[in-house]
């Protein structure tokens, strides 16, 4: 969606919206964090985020990998900062080429500042030496594709303070095609608002988007403020350096301040605010809780699915997803980008050479060993994994192997019951609750347009040890309405469900619409996580010593375990499920497996070190 279309929604409708701007760090862990920030700080509700460019090289090259991450994989609608610094033609077009593959429709055309080696900027070899010639090409190349933004000057910039020239050049980046203009940070609002006067009286008619720069501490307010030579009033000094070494008081206090300042910007006229994060959440989820913008209950966040859809280029019409890889968006996204069709026709048959493929994908744990044994601790038995997926329950750690994502809300119905299964030893690994037409602006459940209603079926997924399953399927057989797969890391699989297609386990009804089922469970699907599932549990195991308890404990269960899927199809009664589960419990919760030395066996390939295993 062109980010003009987002303003003038804003304006049309009087409600006011923001987006948010991130840098590439510096770091391929400070990457990884900072996706994970990203997905957080989608559930914010901005409607666009912008990507920093960076002066050439690899910093510039991660710019377009992140706008492929935000758009493909964390459904946010990316626009690219691109710059004429150290970029010749074929460079600039390169990154426009990324960026369209992406399904990224905007664009913020700069000159961009030099880079730190040079002490002026110019112009490279067959480069382009103003943002207006960057504006002109990309509309040359792409046509109306890209949304073009440029930027403005309230209180000047480095190397020209005129603010007459300053204007003279806007309009011009404007005549060339550009289609909305985001302004440097400011913090004097009487100014900005004196600025989009002059704006105006150019001729400029075009959206004005005003950065915002929260106040994160003291120094980094005063640091940010003096290089880009901001005016701070002196009421906010007056403020602030009364408790500048409490950086406590110095968020509370800025929030306000900067909540004020946006309060005044809004009453200007202006509909949509672009806050610079600085890659950190703090600050910027402070204001937008003064301002009252933060979804609630009253306000939830609308989304289109019950998932988050991908906006890479031909997914942004995908609406059916197996339910599998609920907590792993970008994995499914990652794995299925070249399946040719989806299972059963909607995107992927399962006679393609590349469905079920991993090697490629990079679909496994994110961090270090050490960093995952600090996240996740040595677990000895299965009563340590068990506590481990209780306080992900409670909120007390935020991700585990199979999830990328902290708990979702609407597991508060069901938690309890959760708890109890993982405490007797079955492992809950993925669920959702039935759910009986409730309205499709329900801020926990809802999705879709509104005046709509939405249901779902009682859904668990699990691991469950082998002693289990047979009393499983027993009484699983005295009840109709569940439906279940089960399959061994070896691929032994067993269900009771009478046809291999796609099974329902979400759907809506909304007016003038056909029924939409965006969530299924299906066997082919499930063959495919199954590997996924397994590996992600062996990939946790490999960050301990080999021979290890920990290593020894994991393995086993990845080995002997089953991974189980079970359906309530009558969506009415969701306590089926637990119902049937009541009373299974894992013998030897607490054994604790001997650590192994040489000629003892190797739970992880059957092979023993130094003596042959017995028959």
Known sequence: ???????????????????????????????????????????????????????????????????????????????????????????????????????????????????????????????????????????????????????????????????????????????????????????????????????????????????????????????????????????????????????????????????????????????????????????????????????????????????????GFGRRGEDVRPIFWRNRNKSYVARTQDWDEFPNGRWGDSRSPAFGELDAYGIGLTGSNEQNRKKWGEPTCVRDIADLFIRYLNKEIEYLPWSEAPVAEEADLIRNDLIELNKRGLITVNSQPAVNGVKSTHPVHGWGPSNGYVYQKAYLEMLIAPELFPELKRRIENHPDLTYHAVTKSGNLETNAQSEGPNAVTWGVFPGKEIVQPTIVERISFLAWKDEAFQLGTEWARCYDAGSPSRIMLDEIMNTWYLVNLVNNDFHRGETIFEVLQGLEVPNLNKVPEPQTNGVKDLTNGATNGVEASA
């Open 1 to 311: 969606m062109h980010i003009r279309e987002m303003l003038a929604e804003a304006e049309r409708t009087g409600n006011p919206s923001f987006s948010f701007e991130y840098f590439p760090p510096k770091t391929a862990q400070g990457v990884q964090n900072l996706y994970e920030r990203m997905e957080r700080m989608y559930n914010f509700g901005p409607k666009f985020i912008d990507i920093t460019w960076g002066a050439g090289g690899r910093i510039a090259e991660l710019t377009c990998e992140m706008v492929v991450q935000a758009q493909t994989y964390l459904g946010l609608e990316a626009c690219m900062h691109l710059t004429c610094t150290d970029m010749g033609e074929e460079k600039v077009n390169d990154a426009l080429r990324k960026a369209y593959k992406a399904g990224c429709t905007n664009i913020l055309a700069l000159r961009g500042d030099p880079p730190r080696d040079k002490e002026k900027w110019e112009a490279a070899d067959g480069g382009f030496r103003y943002a207006r010639d960057l504006v002109a090409h990309i509309r040359k190349s792409y046509g109306n594709h890209f949304d073009i933004g440029v930027a403005g000057y309230p209180e000047g910039c480095d190397d020209n303070k005129d603010e007459d020239l300053l204007l003279d050049h806007l309009k011009e980046k404007v005549d060339m095609g550009a289609t909305f203009i985001v302004t440097q940070m400011f913090y004097d609002a009487d100014n900005f608002v004196r600025w989009v006067g002059k704006v105006r009286e150019r001729g400029i008619t075009v959206p004005i988007v005003p950065g915002i720069m929260p106040i994160a501490t003291y120094a980094s307010f005063l640091r940010r403020a003096n290089h880009m030579n901001c005016k701070i009033p002196d009421f906010w000094m007056e403020k602030l350096e009364p408790v500048k070494n409490d950086d406590v008081a110095v968020r509370d206090i800025g929030k306000t301040l900067v909540a004020d300042m946006c309060r005044k910007i809004l009453a200007a006229g202006i509909r949509h605010l672009h806050f610079y994060t600085m890659n950190l959440a703090q600050a910027t989820r402070m204001v937008l809780e003064e301002l009252d913008w933060m979804p609630s209950a009253d306000r939830p966040l609308k989304q289109a699915l019950p998932w988050k859809q991908s906006l």
